[in-house]
């Protein structure tokens, strides 16, 4: 019968949704590395399971391309947001999706019957250490030394429901981010792993982000990664606390609210093509 699916994007960075509940999976984390696969597979960052939640209308689980499951996905979450929307499987423009990462808050702008742009709520950033987490004393990490092959990067760290490692550069489109992304993700100080980021700063309301995506490598985008960069460059004092992140195929805009401390990102979302993966 084989195995219906949604590819859907936020930026470039793609997804493939699955109505779990529908199609029960028993393994998500081998199914993610055949279908991610960019020559042998349907092509994607990973596959994202959709599921009634428990406390709120819907669940999402996120597996990244090598198989191992995400906390949360910024852009998968705005992708998820249209996908349930526009299949009639909710009503509401505004609604909670639930995350390992913690219940995510969205909001639709709806034209025509259309998402065009999801904002979401992705909580409460966290940036003491051991809340990242990474080895070394208390309090946060802003701009402190790590050692990766005899070369030094001053790293900014955040969680916001995943982990984030934030490199100031001065041009972020010239990281050789194949080469360095997976020895920071894999640094023996982070033992969950993290998300890389590089960034240079274009003005106090804007800066350019590449990042290497844990379990994912290379991605065209990261909504997770935009709050990780654009929050490192805001309690470094270099940005205001809304910030336009400009990635390969756009720009997300993050907001840091002053009066809830939560980190909100906003931006697009776009559906590619169905298929159906054979069981």
Same mark, same amino acid.
Request: with cysteine; glycine share 12%.
């Given at each position: ?94 609604? *909670?999706?639930?995350? /390992?990462? #913690?219940?995510?808050?969205?909001? +639709? ?6 998402? %065009?742009?999801? &904002? ?98 290379? *991605?065209?985008?990261? /909504?997770? #990664?935009?709050?990780?960069?654009? +929050? ?6 270099? %940005?205001?606390? &809304? ?37």
């Amino acid at each position: 019968m084989g195995i219906p699916f949604t590819k859907l994007h936020g930026l470039g960075n793609d997804y493939l949704f699955i109505e779990s509940d529908k199609y029960p999976i028993a393994d998500p984390a081998a199914l993610s590395i055949a279908m991610s696969h960019r020559h042998l597979g349907a092509g994607s960052d990973g596959i994202i399971l959709i599921m009634k939640g428990d406390d709120h209308p819907f669940r999402m689980r996120i597996f990244n391309a090598d198989g191992s499951e995400a906390e949360t996905c910024g852009n998968g979450l705005r992708c998820f947001a249209k996908y349930v929307y526009e299949r009639g499987m909710i009503p509401d423009t505004t609604f *909670t999706i639930e995350t /390992g990462g #913690g219940p995510n808050r969205v909001t +639709l702008t709806v034209e025509d019957g259309v998402v %065009t742009r999801v &904002r979401s709520n992705m909580g409460e950033p966290k940036f003491e250490r051991e809340a990242i987490p990474m080895a070394g004393p208390e309090g946060r990490v802003l701009e402190e030394a790590l050692e990766v092959d005899g070369k030094t990067y001053a790293v900014t760290c955040v969680n916001v429901g995943n982990p984030h490692a934030v490199v100031f550069v001065e041009d972020a489109t010239q990281i050789d981010l194949a080469s360095i992304g997976p020895k920071i993700e894999n640094h023996p100080k982070f033992p969950k792993r993290t998300n890389v980021e590089f960034v240079n700063i274009i003005d106090e309301d804007n800066i350019v982000m590449r990042i290497w995506e844990r379990g994912s490598g290379i *991605t065209m985008a990261s /909504g997770s #990664g935009s709050c990780g960069a654009a +929050l490192a460059a805001m309690i470094t004092g270099r %940005t205001h606390r &809304r910030v336009n992140v400009h990635l390969v195929y756009g720009q997300l805009t993050i907001e840091w609210s002053s009066e809830d401390g939560c980190v909100y990102q906003e931006g697009p979302a776009t559906e590619t093509y169905s298929g159906v993966w054979p069981d």
